[in-house]
């Protein structure tokens, strides 16, 4: 996305959002009332910016991305183009009567992002779901449960085939619950209840 400084803002920001004057707001993107975008983060064109929707410092929404109320992103995480968070679980037009749903005839349910998580181009995930720190969604993939730290998903519906490092980098088993990541040289460790943790 060159060519474009840091705090300019070519989308529709509505009044009452909060945008970091330090953020980049791209062309065609749009940004509703009650949400937050956090410092240096990024909001590719044509994204989506739900009401009440938060976003984290230094995050990237890249092109054509939507993100529905009341998701949350935390700090440094990325959402590929053309991903979606969605916010209805059991998504209607109508009423059983036939009567057309009107806002309080649902209740919104919300993706969660943790710090530096991953969400891939096109990928879908399916509210409510909580994706751990550092999880990689895979381009495609359909997430329709929570997702583990340091997780890496795949397919649909996705599930998950390896471990991924703050790096992105799959990680590589060393001995018996160990892992390396062979871009940075970390280690981490499975405990016993299938939970990833680096070593100090």
Known sequence: MSGCSIGVRRGQIDHGAFVDPTANVWDLAQIRSSAIVGAESNIGRAAYIGSGVVVGRRCKVQNLAQIFEPAVLEDGTFVGPGAILTNDRFPRAVNPDGSLKRVSD????????????SIGAGAVCVAPVRIGRWAMIAAGAVLAGDAK???????????????????????????????QCPATNRTFLLDGEGFLSELP
């Open 106 to 117: 649902w209740q919104p349910v919300g993706v969660y992002v943790e710090t530096g998580a």
């Open 149 to 179: 730290p340091y997780g890496l998903y795949v397919g649909v519906p996705a599930q998950q085939v390896g471990w991924v490092g703050p790096a992105g980098v799959r990680l590589v088993p060393n001995q018996e619950g160990s892992f």
